[in-house]
């Protein structure tokens, strides 16, 4: 019989500080009345200065190995999906590992933008469905405030800081019942850190033409989003043997609320099935599904038998979405 993998615990970690649209304000030419009804955003958390990503997913998975009932000496596998990770290496899973004990696991980064959770997840389902792994720790986690160019009104009131993380192991009943992933590199120019990489390394040169912060082209990225994310909602839906109307709940990548809207929209679902957290953390790139879920679940708005689907998008660019019976 095919094993299945399913998502047993779940958990986030969102650092206190809050940067509202009325701070930015008072740092970029913008107002809360723009922000808002542009993106959606009210406000932001933002790491303090002695965190890392690192700490920031570690506090997220202890939450979600907690609420799964699963000891880190336990753990097989650690997925880290991020673009804002700690250092280049080691990898944050690594670091991720130390500071849990988790001392059999395996550990890698993924690197999927914004998509990066429901790549990881999509994994994990893999490494389980394999039958040589039993217990996966995945996790979303960015700190895009050390990346943000914080005097560029096009791009620094749309991201913030965060993590979520969950724990798939073999289960009877329910699960992750199909995930579906696509790229198109050919549109790569469209979102890039262009800096500190071996193209571009480190140098005074890259720090005064600002190559270390987010670049995007917001207009041609929110076109491609909508269309983009309904079409992979609606392929892992039918590679799922299920239609839009069996869903309950959507959780998707929070880039803007007219994205979601949109979606929704285009896949005949209700407003109210789609589940945001934009308002409240603007968009965490990786952070973003993966704290939205865990919401979605300690909220209620998930329940035992509910279909779920994970829907992402992000620069590479990158899509994917995952079809979960909970
Ligand atoms: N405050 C006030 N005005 C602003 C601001 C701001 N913060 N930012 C831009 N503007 C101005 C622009 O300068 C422009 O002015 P102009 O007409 O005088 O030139 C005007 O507002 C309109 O700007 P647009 O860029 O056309 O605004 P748009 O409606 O497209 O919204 C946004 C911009 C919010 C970025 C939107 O395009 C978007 O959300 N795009 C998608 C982003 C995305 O999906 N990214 C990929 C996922 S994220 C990841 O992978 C990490």
């Given at each position: 019989?095919?094993?299945?993998a399913?998502?047993?615990g779940v958990?986030?970690?969102?650092?206190?500080k809050?940067?509202t649209?009325?701070?930015?304000?008072?740092?970029?030419?913008?107002?809360?009345?723009?922000?808002?009804?542009?993106?959606?955003?009210?406000?932001?958390?933002?790491?303090s200065?002695?965190?890392?990503?690192s700490?920031?997913a570690?506090?997220a998975?202890?939450n979600?190995?907690?609420d799964?009932k699963?000891?880190?000496?336990?753990?097989?596998?650690?997925?880290?999906?991020t673009?804002?990770?700690?250092?280049?290496?080691?990898?944050?899973?690594?670091?991720?590992?130390?500071?849990?004990?988790a001392?059999?696991?395996l550990c890698?980064?993924?690197?999927?933008a914004c998509?990066g959770?429901?790549?990881?997840?999509?994994?994990?389902?893999?490494?389980?469905?394999?039958?040589k792994?039993?217990?996966?720790?995945?996790?979303?986690?960015?700190?895009?405030s050390?990346?943000?160019?914080?005097?560029?009104?096009?791009?620094?009131?749309?991201?913030?800081?965060g993590?979520?993380a969950?724990?798939?192991t073999?289960?009877k009943?329910g699960?992750?019942i199909?995930?579906?992933?696509?790229?198109d590199?050919?549109?790569?120019?469209?979102?890039?850190?262009?800096?500190?990489?071996?193209?571009h390394?480190a140098?005074?040169q890259?720090?005064?033409?600002?190559?270390?912060?987010?670049?995007m082209?917001?207009?041609?990225?929110?076109?491609?989003?909508?269309?983009?994310?309904?079409d992979?909602?609606?392929?892992?839906?039918?590679?799922?043997?299920?239609?839009?109307?069996d869903?309950?709940?959507?959780i998707?990548?929070?880039?803007?609320?007219?994205?979601?809207m949109a979606?929704a929209?285009k896949?005949?679902?209700?407003?109210e099935?789609?589940f945001?957290?934009?308002?409240?953390?603007?968009?965490?790139s990786?952070?973003?599904?993966?704290?939205?879920?865990?919401?979605?679940?300690?909220?209620?708005?998930?329940?035992?038998?509910?279909?779920?689907?994970?829907?992402?998008?992000?620069?590479?660019l990158?899509?994917?979405a995952?079809?979960i019976r909970?």
């Amino acid at each position: 019989m095919k094993i299945r993998a399913g998502i047993i615990g779940v958990g986030c970690y969102l650092p206190s500080k809050r940067l509202t649209n009325a701070d930015l304000e008072k740092m970029v030419d913008t107002t809360d009345e723009w922000i808002t009804t542009r993106t959606g955003i009210k406000e932001r958390r933002i790491a303090s200065k002695n965190e890392a990503v690192s700490d920031l997913a570690i506090a997220a998975a202890k939450n979600a190995l907690k609420d799964a009932k699963v000891k880190p000496e336990d753990l097989d596998l650690i997925i880290v999906a991020t673009i804002s990770p700690d250092m280049h290496f080691p990898s944050t899973a690594c670091l991720v590992q130390k500071a849990l004990g988790a001392k059999k696991a395996l550990c890698f980064d993924v690197g999927a933008a914004c998509a990066g959770f429901v790549y990881a997840l999509s994994i994990a389902q893999q490494f389980i469905e394999s039958g040589k792994t039993k217990k996966v720790l995945v996790i979303g986690a960015e700190m895009l405030s050390s990346i943000t160019d914080w005097t560029d009104r096009n791009t620094c009131v749309l991201f913030g800081d965060g993590a979520g993380a969950c724990v798939v192991t073999p289960v009877k009943r329910g699960g992750i019942i199909s995930s579906y992933l696509g790229s198109d590199g050919s549109q790569s120019d469209l979102m890039m850190m262009p800096g500190g990489g071996s193209r571009h390394p480190a140098s005074h040169q890259t720090i005064n033409k600002k190559m270390h912060f987010i670049k995007m082209q917001g207009k041609e990225l929110f076109k491609l989003a909508v269309n983009i994310m309904a079409d992979a909602a609606n392929k892992a839906l039918k590679q799922a043997g299920l239609k839009c109307k069996d869903v309950d709940c959507v959780i998707p990548h929070q880039a803007n609320i007219r994205i979601l809207m949109a979606v929704a929209k285009k896949l005949g679902l209700p407003p109210e099935k789609i589940f945001l957290n934009i308002e409240r953390y603007g968009n965490m790139s990786s952070a973003s599904t993966a704290t939205a879920l865990c919401e979605a679940v300690r909220k209620g708005k998930i329940k035992k038998g509910d279909i779920v689907v994970l829907d992402a998008f992000g620069a590479g660019l990158v899509w994917g979405a995952c079809v979960i019976r909970w």
